[in-house]
C-alpha cells in the first residue's frame, strides 16, 4: 500500500468594501457551506478604526497584508467592491500570503477609470463631508433607506445599514481622497504582478451605475492580470446581497480546479 500525503483545502477569507459591513457575506456564506470561511472587516467599515489608522489605499494594503500574516498558511482571498481592490493590491505585492485571489473591482485599476459620481464628490472638500453626514448619520430608519436607495435590500442588508456611522464616513472619505486619479490608474500599472497567483474576475453583468467600472474596463484588467472571469448574470454591484448563487458556483468551481492541481 502507497501512502499518499493528504491535501489540505486553504481556508476561505472575505474582504468587504464601502459601504459595508462583514454581514454583507451573510447570503454568500450560506450558499458556500463551508466551515473554514473567515471574513475581515477592514478599520472603519465594521470594527472601529484604531487611533492613528492610515486610512488610505497603502493604509489597507498594509492592514491586509498583516492580517493574512496571521494565517498558517496561504489562503484563498475574496474581495467585493473596495475589498476588491485591497485584494488585488495584495495579489501584486504580496502573493506568497495568498494561493488564489478573486475581485469584483479590477475595473478601478483601469487607466480611463473615472470615479462614480458619488466618489467624487466625497473626494470634494466640504461637499464630502456633508454627503456623509446624510448617508451615515440620523436614525437607524434613515439609514436603512440610505441602504436601499441605493440598491441594498434582504434583511442582511439591514444588518449591514445598521452598521453606518460616523467612523465609517471618515473612513470613507480618507479612503476615497487618497485614491483619486492618477493614483488608481498608477496602481494599475502593477496588475500583471497578480498573475503570480490564480485570479478571478467576478463580473456583475447587471451593475448599470459601473461604480467598480464599466465590463469592458474589467475584461482589460483581468486580462492584464491573468484573471480567469466568471460572469454573474442578472445581478449588479450588491450581488452579495441580491444573489450570491452566481458567485458561490463560480468560486467553489475555481478552487475546486485548484484542489484537484
Known sequence: MHAHKLRTVPPVVLVHGNPETAEVWNPLLAQLGRTDVVTLSPPGFGQPAPSGFDATVDGYRRWLIAMLEQFREPVDLVGHSLGGMHVAQVAMSRPDLIRSWASDALGLFAPDYQWHARARTWQQEGAGEESVRQIFGGTLEHRLAVAAGIGMTGPAAERVAAGFDDGMGQAVLSLLRSAAQPVMADAGRGLVAARQRPGLALLAMADTEASGGTLDQHRRMAELSGARV?????????????????AADALSSFWAELNDR
Not at 466568471?230 to 452566481?246: F, K, N, S, T
Open 230 to 246: 466568471a460572469e454573474l448574470p442578472g445581478v449588479g454591484h450588491w450581488w452579495p446581497l441580491e444573489d450570491p448563487r452566481p
